[in-house]
């Protein structure tokens, strides 16, 4: 137990604890180490990943759900090698994204297969079909940013049905940074993910927006399951006409936010516009269900224009977070605020284990919050309601 120890003391702590030599009393040592024992167990992260039942599961993602391929798809599997296996223990890499790269309309291998920190790169007017036992099993490394597993960047028009993707967190590889989502979209227009189960990522599990200051115009996400994404179950930076519907995202937690879904622009040219998510259930996810930050979209001056955002949300239901939800809507105070709306409808929490709005930090934003129904009830049984005026 006191192996890793080390990384995890202080500078004087670790001063006095390598002092004692083989001289030392056995008395002294004994005490030293159950000191030492003590600290370690106060450090010891106080996160536990909780089980998520089936009979909840199988309301947002189900294996049995059927999209039927077209006729003319092609089955991935016959760009494999001779000899190929199907036990998920032989990196595809390059094989599949030859064959997502010639065809438009495929069909994955009905097996899992290894896809390394490559990734796998999806082209315009593509429809991709997960076959029932189909499986991405990410090797990574995650070595910062653009290390993602599915990557949809600056392309249009692109269906996925039925993935099944596993990240690299509990990999025991060196990963750095806090990237590396299951499916990233960005820059990208015409875009549907339905039925997907996605776990274990080393960053979010879901990414929509931009890393160029532009903006992912048009996408669904309907029926989807995150568990254990270790940043953000799902993070939107930028986004016009964005719709979430019916998504179970639990046990998120390693890296901050930790947010079940979390709404922050990076930079003042991103958009976000007719945002709308409904039916999400958030469970056991660190930090909270839900918070949007829009202080990229404020500053100081008179050169930038004000912001204007539509966000809309429904029927959201969280399970022992931390926190619930929060709203960062102008913390610097900046006099250039950002303009437009955002709707809240029918929230509600259980087992909230600190409390319900930790930061509402408003001052002279110009949003208007529009809200009904927002209530959550502490760990001690509580029923509180949530005030954002």
Do not use: C
Not at 289 to 306: C, D, I, R, Y
Not at 335 to 362: A, M, V, Y
């Amino acid at each position: 137990m006191l192996r890793n120890l080390d990384k995890y003391l202080s500078f004087e702590y670790r001063k006095y604890f390598y002092k004692f030599n083989k001289k030392s009393s056995f008395f002294s040592v004994i005490i030293l180490i159950i000191s030492s024992i003590s600290l370690y167990s106060f450090i010891v992260p106080d996160f536990v990943v909780m089980k998520i039942n089936h009979s909840i599961t199988e309301k947002y993602y189900n294996t049995k759900d059927k999209f039927i391929p077209s006729k003319n798809a092609v089955s991935i599997t016959k760009y494999l090698p001779n000899g190929y296996v199907t036990d998920g223990s032989k990196d595809y890499t390059d094989f599949i994204q030859r064959g997502l790269n010639e065809n438009r309309n495929v069909i994955m291998p009905n097996f899992p297969v290894l896809i390394n920190g490559k990734g796998l790169k999806i082209t315009s007017n593509s429809k991709i079909y997960f076959a029932k036992k189909s499986q991405i099993i990410y090797t990574g490394p995650a070595m910062g940013k653009f290390w993602d597993i599915i990557i949809i960047d600056n392309v249009k028009n692109v269906q996925i049905f039925n993935a099944n993707i596993v990240g690299s967190r509990y990999r025991k590889i060196k990963q750095t940074g806090e990237w590396s989502a299951g499916i990233t979209i960005k820059d990208s227009e015409n875009i549907e993910i339905n039925n997907a189960k996605i776990t274990n990522t080393w960053g979010d599990g879901i990414f929509i927006g931009s890393e160029k200051g532009k903006t992912s115009k048009n996408v669904r996400v309907t029926n989807v399951w995150i568990d254990q994404a270790r940043r953000d179950g799902i993070s939107i930076t930028s986004a016009e006409n964005l719709v979430l519907n019916n998504i179970l995202i639990s046990n998120t937690h390693g890296t901050l936010p930790e947010m079940a879904i979390q709404i922050e622009p990076s930079l003042h040219t991103e958009e976000l516009k007719k945002i709308k998510i409904f039916n999400v259930h958030s469970v056991n996810n660190k930090t909270g269900a839900f918070t949007v930050n829009l202080q990229s979209f404020n500053h100081t001056g008179k050169k930038k224009v004000e912001k204007e955002i539509d966000i809309e949300a429904e029927n959201i239901t969280d399970e022992s977070s931390n926190y619930f939800i929060g709203f960062i809507l102008n913390t610097d105070k900046d006099n250039i605020t950002t303009t437009g709306s955002i709707k809240l409808k029918d929230f509600s929490g259980r087992n909230i284990k600190r409390t319900g709005l930790p930061t509402f930090e408003k001052y002279n934003s110009k949003v208007k919050i529009e809200y009904s129904n927002i209530k959550y009830t502490d760990r001690n049984g509580n029923l509180k309601n949530i005030d954002l005026k």
